[in-house]
């Protein structure tokens, strides 16, 4: 292990920047590398509206969860968690019903390692797995998640910030029809993709280029394709929208007051 890598990032190519501490870079989070730091800047440098899309991206994600705990579900299994920090599902979960269940699934090392420290006093309750959201039978079979999740009972599937790194080649259809026919009616599907901007500029291709360096290149999706990916959901208003528009709070998401994110989300539940 090279000098001063702290014992979390034990085994991990420092050189190779990843997806999951990219974005904790532009989220303000301290579990990123110079790799990671250098991708974001070069990032930030043809897009500067990453970081606040991160930021709308995570506020997003709060607003669904708790969406769905006032829908009644209990059971939320979060797939590309990602490195934890502010808002996360558990701590929203667990702080609005002391019975909720979170399954966290990651497949980058630092973010597994990371969640399993943060949850490490709530093991009874939230689980850590180390799988490719690409291979369902991994994620739902996995110890952890039969341990933890009743699949007779509404399960959130969370995939937030993370089906852009599915290619079409990935199949995404099937893999969310995998997730869709493992849980039952009542169970939700929260999705947040990135999208097309308004006008596709030699900058954002430029953007898109760098960011598939990284160890996971990125897929852009249109309106259309984001709302094929919810087949066999019932969207709940207002639909697939641009995240800063998602049922949004007086407290700093006004979509009048902030930039049109090219990020687009939705909240189903399965009739
Ligand atoms: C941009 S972060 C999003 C984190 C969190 N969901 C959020 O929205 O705040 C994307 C995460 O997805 C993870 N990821 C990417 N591809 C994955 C895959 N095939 N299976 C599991 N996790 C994946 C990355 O490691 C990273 O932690």
Redesign the pocket.
Known sequence: MPMGQPPWAEGVDLSRP???????Y??GGAHNFASDRDLAEQMLTVEPGVRQW?AA??S??GRAVEHLLDSGVRQFI??????P?V?NVHDIALGATSDARVVY????QV?VTHSRHLVADVADRVGVVQ?????PDA?LGDPVTQRLIDFDRPVAI?????LH??AES?EPEALLAAYRDAVPSGSGLVI?HMTYPAEMTDQVRESVKTYGRS??PLTFRSQAEVEALFAGWDLVDPGVVRVTRWRPTAAGNDPATLPDIPGLVGVAIKP
């Open positions: 990843s997806p999951a501490r990219v974005y904790d532009f989220l991160a991206n995570r997003f994600l979060d797939l590309g968690a990602g490195i920090t808002g699934v990651d497949i980058d973010a799988a490719d959201l690409r291979k994620v969370l995939m937030v910030a993370v790194f599915v990935d947040s160890a996971a």
